[in-house]
């Protein structure tokens, strides 16, 4: 935690996003299910996906690019008994998302699995949150989405693929579900976002230019990675030898199943811009599958297997100097205990754009901070 960060209290940033969500021409019912998307990821301590990307990912691709539209139309373009397939015309990716894993929690309850696919989507925040409906639902969920090209494929510097996060959740016996929330690169955009906000390099090895060779200017990196001259590496590095190869193709599941389902937008079809550099929207695809566990067990004794499985990880031998071993979703729900009374952490670059945007909508909010 660095020492300019302050903690803002959960509930005021919420209401204050549902409010710029619906300055900014959000309906209210929708700014609600955006706000909500974003501040979760904040409880769980994934500041890469929370308030953080109010302004850059929604406010000003609405307001200043203009290629995000506010008001959602969600069409459903084919359905079938256990799938469908949206068009979400650029919309709001959140509220797009939210209502493809309803609908495909819906088809599993009377089909065993569920799956809907989506396309002229946009950004839809942490992923996990789409899966997580399925786990209350009593459900195993998955989600995946293409997004703008960052990952160079394994012996190539071209930025292709999209981070591309492959997102399964869990319900468990245990205080917590299991969710691995990750992309398919070895870091995340969103992750050089915050460390641009906060001055903070890049770390080797993570970013390669043109060339090949290692990038670490965060801010450059982002601007790089839009020009096409940058690229993130995939899991496992960027050769054969570390098992780059394996990110790459899993990368490229996400991004056939994202696109080719819907018949969305891939690759370089997902930049952002046209043939004279004008920004245009970028139609994300995503993927959601329920499936349901009582057609297959009783919930009660998936939950206690898999608790069994995870507690089993968490107690096996640790290395030299390790004094704890985790499972995915613990890290994130020991945030939360950590973070509930104290709201989430704002740093210096996201406090002067929630000035701003307070500032230019004309909102009736004070800050501590200021």
Known sequence: MTEDRVWVPFDLLEAFMVDVFKGVGVPEADARICAEVLIDADKRGIDSHGVGRLKPIYYDRIVKGGIQKPVTEFEVVRDRKATAVVDGHDGMGMVIGKRCMQMAIDKAREHGLGMVVARNSTHYGFAAYYPLMAVDAGMVGLTGTNARPSIAPTHGVDNMLGTNPLVFAMPTDEDFPFTNDYATSVIQRGKIEQWAREGKDCPEGLVIDREGRSSTDSVQILKDLVKGTAALAPIGGLTEETGGYKGYGFATVVEILSAALSQGAYLKQLGGKDEQGKDIPIPIGHFFLAIDIDCFTDVEDFKKTTGDILRALRASTKAP???????????????????????????AGLRRELIAMRDELKLPYTFLFE
């Open 321 to 347: 100097g390790k004094d704890r071993i985790y499972t995915c979703g613990e890290k994130e729900y020991l945030a939360w205990q950590d973070r509930r009374d104290k709201g989430a952490p704002v740093d």
